[in-house]
T-cell receptor, first 116, second 115 residues
């Protein structure tokens, strides 16, 4: 079974600064996908960024980028130029490559607070 | 595209009562997922449908839980004889099966409180 660990329950960052959220996972699979989801207070969870395990190049989406270290089973999220709207719970998630199911296994989450 | 809708947003019920939640996925999505999120934890998989077929159920889904997706459109999740441990946020998500590995679209959830 796969597990996802987020070791930082809470983080805070000043507006316009950079913050990195950590995530490690455990799997025996070779092909899989990794995700970061953002869940603002009382709002729906939205996809921030996705990484395919077979791609060495780290994914980027505007101010969001990842540091994917497959051998270390590490998948951190870097948020540059933090904005107040980035305040949310962030979840790291793992998805095994499979024809059916495509189930997500989530970590416990990191609460990020962006301060003005 | 109105996104994934869940109803109700909040439900408070007495222990032992039955509750039913509804999820309306994005209309062209043939995959529908239910997850449960307890306080301070990430969501956990409960079950999923492809069209009207329920293809997998987690061990978390005890026999008090039942989910349906008649005609492959909306889905309902029923909990019978609710217990305090059922208090959680119940999340629905949908996707096209062919691109499910790109992640899904989540609804805002139904928060259940059992008193």
């Amino acid at each position: 079974a796969q597990t996802v660990t987020q070791s930082q329950p809470e983080m805070s960052v000043q507006e316009a600064e950079t913050v990195t959220l950590s995530c490690t996972y455990d799997t025996s699979e070779n092909n899989y996908y990794l995700f970061w989801y953002k869940q603002p207070p009382s709002r729906q969870m939205i996809l921030v960024i996705r990484q395919e395990a077979y791609k060495q190049q780290n994914a980027t989406e505007n101010r969001f980028s990842v540091n994917f270290q497959k051998a270390a089973k590490s998948f951190s999220l870097k948020i540059s130029d933090s904005q107040l709207g980035d305040t949310a719970m962030y979840f790291c998630a793992f998805m095994k490559q499979e024809e059916y199911g495509n189930k997500l296994v989530f970590g416990a989450g990191t609460i990020l607070r962006v301060k003005s | 595209d109105t996104g994934v809708s869940q109803d109700p947003r909040h439900k408070i019920t007495k222990r032992g009562q039955n509750v039913t939640f509804r999820c309306d996925p994005i209309s062209e999505h043939n995959r529908l997922y239910w997850y449960r999120q307890t306080l301070g934890q990430g969501p956990e998989f409960l079950t999923y449908f492809q069209n009207e077929a329920q293809l997998e159920k987690s061990r978390l889904l005890s026999d008090r839980f039942s989910a349906e997706r008649p005609k492959g459109s909306f889905s309902t999740l029923e909990i019978q004889r609710t217990e305090q441990g059922d208090s959680a946020m119940y999340l629905c998500a949908s996707s096209l099966a062919t691109v499910a590995n790109y992640g899904y679209t989540f609804g805002s959830g139904t928060r259940l409180t059992v008193v």
